[in-house]
């Protein structure tokens, strides 16, 4: 017991507030990181400076996560995985165990914490999972995925200078590297 609780506090501190970001866990959407911290944090009777590394990490990455482009704000799905270090980027696919996962994460992290936006999320991935991947026998598509073009949902340089002013384009490409 007393190694886990090492493990977890060292795993709350991979999160940076600076780089918003978990330092060396790779591209894929934290699920498993986001769903054991938030456990944790419902477990009574744990040491609390435990249970507040935690709490911040959780309520912090959660945030990130639950406003950056790793979940469509349209659809509802959340994407598995990112491109480069920030959230703000992710790879177009979308596939129904990791959607699951995520889910499960997002749905834990809203019991530990309360953000109504996760629950908003989480039953906005399950609609589209129902959407998209349920098959005719009413089970789930755990092979089924969805790819997309990047193109198809990015913009490119040429259409936003056509779009936006000098200003505008100068702004936009600050704000999004």
């Known amino acids: 017991a007393k ?3 090492n493990a977890l506090r060292s795993l709350a501190s991979t999160y940076d507030p600076g780089s918003r970001s978990l330092d ?3 591209a894929l ?5 986001l769903e054991l911290l938030a456990s944790f944090q419902l477990i009574p009777g744990l040491d609390p400076d435990v249970t507040s590394r935690c709490e911040e990490t959780t309520r912090l990455l959660s945030s990130d996560l639950s406003t950056s482009a790793m979940i469509d704000p349209l659809e509802g799905g959340i994407f598995n995985s990112r491109v480069g270090s920030s959230w703000w980027l992710p790879r177009f696919n979308l596939d129904c165990p990791a959607l699951a996962r995520s889910t499960i994460a997002l749905l834990t992290t809203y019991r530990a914490n309360g953000n109504p936006m996760l629950l908003k999320q989480s039953l ?3 609609a589209y999972s129902e959407k998209h991947f349920i098959t005719r026998e009413g089970l789930f598509s755990l092979g089924g995925q969805q790819k997309f073009k990047t193109e198809d949902w990015l913009w490119s340089i040429e259409e936003l200078e056509k779009a ?3 200003d505008e384009l100068k702004v936009i490409s600050t704000i999004s590297d």
């Open 3 to 5: 190694e886990s609780i």
């Open 124 to 126: 906005a991935a399950i």
């Open 24 to 26: 060396g866990c790779g």
């Open 164 to 166: 936006l002013t000098a």
């Open 29 to 33: 959407f934290p699920s498993g990181t």
